[in-house]
């Protein structure tokens, strides 16, 4: 059946799955041994990630649909907290930040009603590393939120003395 007129989907997947397998592989460079600087927050939030990973695998054995919620908000902190890094301004940072809070919040929430729930699985150490990361969080959008009005008020009295 060597006709060139059939397309043989299957051969062809065969094909793509062999030119992907190297790719599907774990990364070989850690984030900010390559050509990123290393970002302690970016770090931390990555590792929860795969924290998180971990722990909706074990979740998903009682609770497929709140497995899916926590793996949701869990991973997407690290992602919203990456975007940051890129981000076009200071309020786009402090924007993507904030939304990396609450994705946080809502994280350590879930969490915390598994903790409830003695047929759930439990993870201290999750807990502990959301906990862990709060004061973090704070501490980069007070501090971001200080220079922004720092800013304005530059930008304020350069009007002003025009």
């Known amino acids: 059946m060597n006709d060139p007129k059939v397309f043989d989907a299957a051969a062809w997947f065969e ?9 599907l592989a774990e990364p070989g460079v850690p984030y900010g041994d390559g050509p990123r600087k290393r970002n302690a927050v970016v770090e931390e939030t990555f590792d929860l990630a795969s924290c998180v ?13 709140f497995a899916d919620q926590i793996l949701r908000s869990g991973t997407s902190v690290g992602s919203h907290t990456r975007e940051a890094q890129s981000a076009e301004s200071l309020s786009d940072f402090i924007h993507k ?3 990396a809070h609450k994705e ?6 879930r969490l ?12 201290e150490e999750l807990v502990k590393r959301t906990q862990a990361l709060m004061p973090l969080f704070h501490s980069i959008l007070s501090t971001s939120r200080n220079r922004l ?6 930008r304020r009295a350069k009007r002003r003395g025009k």
């Open 15 to 23: 094909e793509c799955l062999g030119e992907v397998e190297d790719v």
């Open 112 to 123: 915390a009603l598994c903790h409830v729930k003695a047929h759930y699985p439990h993870d």
């Open 53 to 65: 990973m971990d722990f909706s695998e074990r979740l998903v054995k009682v609770n497929d649909v």
């Open 149 to 154: 009005n720092l800013q304005l008020e530059e």
């Open 97 to 99: 930040m904030k939304i």
């Open 104 to 109: 946080l919040e809502e994280t350590d929430y």
